[in-house]
């Protein structure tokens, strides 16, 4: 089992920066893929990122490339997610996932309780 825990959400003007921490507890040997995804009431759980192991291979929904920015460390079992450049359309509840390396939800097998975002114009 693997426990994980967003933190780093709040409200921020649109055009300026968060930082989301996902820390991992538990059997954090396993060499988990790690992703983020977002969701607005009412709507879809959409795809945001994922980061594999070693961190050689990230892949960024179009929506958020160039803005947003995914790294990890493993020693601290802990992923960021660096969120610049925000827009009103960013808000959302972001959601922390462990599991196969993949665009689907269905592929991550452990997620967190999510942290909201907004994003205010």
């Known amino acids: 089992q693997v426990q994980l825990v967003e933190s780093g959400g709040g409200l921020v003007q649109a055009g300026g920066s968060l930082r989301l921490s996902c820390a991992a507890a538990?059997?954090?040997?396993?060499?988990?893929?790690v992703a983020w995804f977002r969701q607005v009431p009412g709507k879809e759980r959409e795809f945001v990122v994922a980061?594999?192991?070693?961190?050689?291979?990230?892949n960024y929904a179009d929506s958020v490339k160039g803005r947003f920015t995914i790294s990890r460390d493993n020693a601290k079992n802990t992923v960021y997610f660096e969120l610049n450049s925000l827009k009103p359309e960013d808000t959302a509840v972001y959601y922390c996932?462990?599991?196969?390396?993949?665009?689907?939800?269905?592929?991550?097998?452990?997620w967190g309780r999510g942290t909201q975002v907004t994003v205010s114009s």
């Open positions: 538990g059997r954090t040997d396993s060499r988990y893929t």
């Open positions: 996932a462990a599991g196969s390396y993949s665009i689907r939800g269905d592929s991550y097998d452990y």
């Open positions: 980061i594999n192991w070693s961190g050689s291979t990230i």
